[in-house]
């Protein structure tokens, strides 16, 4: 049964391939493939509570063969960006054949984000992320417009200095401990403790993760995410910067796990930052698409400031709030797109009463907005609420009260969105249909999303399964018991 935790890799790797042959029902295919998989997946977390399931590829053990391992916490992400670019593509169900082309590239994509979040060896997580972002370059870079191409540019140039940093610490990494396994190094971490050799690399990693999830390093997010399409700003919105906070949570509780107050006020000022950042984002720009990019980036500092705080409450609550940022970020740009696209309305500078001609969509921007506030009981709040009590606990208080404020912002920024695009006089510009399969992509995305805060309770219960000596232990054994 372990080998079928590489089916959220396998089924999307195999259909991507499929739709590079055929030529029409494209997306078709790419639907059924990423909802099959993401059920499959789905099954795989609830039976990982109690037994990880580990694949040793060749039968090769670490630190000599790769290693994927599914616990509840990879498994369940992976689901999640199974089903979201599930979705997102029959949001997109109405589009041209010849629109479709790039629809394999998606597919790949989704090969190397739950490649990342699945393995257990560090040079593996490398290769997924290459994998991840030579299809994310295919994306950004080809489209008929020259202002996606030349936004193209500081995404790849910012990536690939990433991935160099990605290899320098890789090497230095296997130098000092001659493995790369997560298992092994954790327990050399421990058993060394963080000299200033050990401190230096997990900086390193954390640039890499900081370049890869926009945590203060944030100048190549909007303007490259601002000129996709509608349904690959989703994508790249919902899985890409998350795969990086990911990264570091697995990185800063598993491998390094032995405390260092450089690294922890690192993330910790990292994450504050960040959040001050997206507040400044949102509130300064009138552009719709760049409005909601601050609000990504604001986002990943509020999920890391759990990390930071280095609390039960903290991981719990930021591991919620992710699960919910992947829905609601996801949604939000396809609302948005929605609105920019279709509605032909690209700014707040003015009012367009669009709520007396397309109700249904005023009412789902409405309710992700108090999603996004953390308004009870939608998908926000409980994530939020468990950081910000780890917050309390971890004595940071100028961060809690930071977040507080943001979370706040966030909720004016959008309110003040919705009021200038939805209410006042409607206006006369070109409007264009708004198909029925897009309000069920969008409505389920939501109705997702508020069952992380209704079932937020079993979810931590699932999540408290997972513990770090357990992972580690069982990552040592090859999976067998």
């Not at 954390?206 to 890869?212: H, P, Q, W």
Request: glycine share 6%; aromatic share 12%.
């Amino acid at each position: 049964m372990n080998n079928l935790i590489i089916i959220p890799l396998l089924v999307p790797l195999l259909a991507g391939l499929l739709t590079v042959i055929v030529k029409s029902y494209r997306r078709e295919i790419a639907i059924c493939a990423t909802a099959i998989s993401a059920v499959i997946t789905y099954m795989l977390a609830y039976y990982s509570i109690d037994n990880m399931f580990v694949i040793n590829f060749g039968g090769w053990r670490p630190p000599y063969g790769i290693q994927f391992a599914g616990d509840f916490l990879s498994l369940s992400l992976s689901a999640v960006s199974l089903t979201l670019t599930s979705l997102i593509l029959l949001y997109g169900l109405h589009r041209p054949e010849e629109e479709n082309v790039k629809l394999s590239f998606v597919l790949f994509l989704l090969v190397g984000v739950n490649g990342s979040f699945l393995t257990a060896d560090i040079f593996n997580l490398f290769v997924q992320f290459e994998v991840m972002l030579l299809a994310s370059f295919v994306l950004m870079a080809i489209g008929n417009r020259s202002i996606q191409f030349k936004a193209s540019i500081p995404y790849i140039v910012i990536n690939i200095v990433g991935s160099w940093v990605f290899l320098a610490a890789i090497a230095m990494t296997y130098s000092l401990y001659g493995t790369l396994s997560f298992a092994h190094l954790a327990g050399r971490v421990q058993e060394h403790g963080m000299s200033y050799h050990v401190v230096l690399i997990a900086m390193l990693y954390l640039l890499v993760f900081a370049l890869k999830s926009a945590l203060i390093l944030f100048m190549w997010l909007p303007k490259s995410y601002a000129v996709l399409s509608t349904e690959n700003s989703a994508i790249f919105s919902a899985l890409l910067t998350k795969v990086g906070v990911y990264a570091m949570i697995r990185f800063f509780t598993v491998v390094f796990s032995v405390h260092s107050e450089l690294i922890h006020q690192l993330i910790m000022f990292s994450s504050i930052i960040t959040m001050i950042i997206g507040c400044i984002g949102v509130l300064a720009y009138r552009s719709i698409k760049y409005m909601i990019c601050y609000q990504i980036i604001l986002s990943i500092g509020i999920i890391i400031f759990g990390l930071a705080t280095d609390t039960q409450a903290g991981l719990q609550g930021a591991f919620l709030y992710l699960l919910n940022d992947m829905l609601i970020k996801g949604l939000l740009f396809l609302a948005a797109g929605l609105i920019i696209r279709e509605l032909h309305i690209n700014s707040i500078r003015r009012s367009h009463g669009l709520i007396k001609k397309y109700p249904a969509l005023a009412v789902i921007f409405f309710l992700v907005t108090l999603t996004i506030g953390g308004v009870p009981p939608f998908g926000g709040f409980a994530g939020k609420l468990l950081i910000i009590k780890a917050g309390l606990e971890d004595e940071s208080y100028i961060g809690t009260v930071i977040l507080i404020l943001s979370s706040l912002i966030a909720l004016y920024a959008l309110l003040r969105m919705f009021i200038r695009v939805f209410l006042g006089e409607p206006t006369e510009e070109k409007r264009s249909q708004v198909y029925i399969h897009q309000y069920v992509a969008m409505a389920s995305l939501f109705v997702l999303s508020l069952c992380v805060s209704l079932f937020a309770q079993p979810l931590l219960e699932m999540i408290s399964h997972v513990q770090v000596e357990q992972y580690i232990s069982t990552l040592m054994d090859g999976g067998e018991r």
